[in-house]
């Protein structure tokens, strides 16, 4: 009976966060495709040769919304939303980094970033951002984008405007292509990390809408006022 409850839960879940699912399933189905069809040097090159001053500028600045950082940020944002959102977000995102930083420097440490490797094997000559410090090993999956999805996510979940949930995946795509736009991963990293995010939140989502517990619906301001 608590198996089946799990998977109603889940479907309403998905169901009522179609705008940002739907089109996130499309987003692996199209990933799943070129990685595929394709080496992900190749799709690098293709990547790396689409840019402009514009976009250097923005995916430079982007980036950053995919920082660790932004677990905390986030988390005392929602403290001031309702306990049960600060927790789920704190959670998801401490054991995304945990599984993130588990497959970097452990399982996948001697991976190559997209300038080493190319340094190294190709002699394609990417075009680098200035001003964007480029790591060399650690690079799969790609922990910005894990972040990316966890906040995005959330903030899908919460919302009740489905125009909104469209809006957040589209910021987490952005950030995701960000890290291969400026050449800090390939295609492979940022879907797979993509993948970790949403699950987690997911995951930790469900988890806690089995604690009816009636403080994690006050907030740090609620509180207050009492």
Known sequence: MGFENDILSMKKLLY?????FVPY???LLVCGTLLLLFSKTNLHILSN???S????SFFKYATYLGDGAMIAVMFVILLFTKYRYAFIFLTAGLLTALVVNLFKK???HGMYRPSKYFELYESYQLHLVEGVKLHSLQSFPSGHTATAFNLFLM???MVKNNLLKFIFFTMAILVAYSRVYISQHFLVDIT???VIGISLIVIIWLWF???NKNWLNHSVIRHSEH
Do not use: C, H, Q
């Not at 009522?16 to 940002?20: A, D, G, L, P, V």
């Not at 001053?53 to 250097?56: G, T």
């Open 209 to 211: 809408e089995r604690w």
């Open 25 to 27: 399933t499309i987003f």
């Open 155 to 157: 903030m899908a979940l």
């Open 192 to 194: 797979a990390g993509s």
């Open 106 to 108: 452990v399982i996948f």
């Open 16 to 20: 009522k966060n179609r705008y940002f």
């Open 53 to 56: 001053p514009f976009f250097d």
């Open 49 to 51: 040769e689409a840019n």
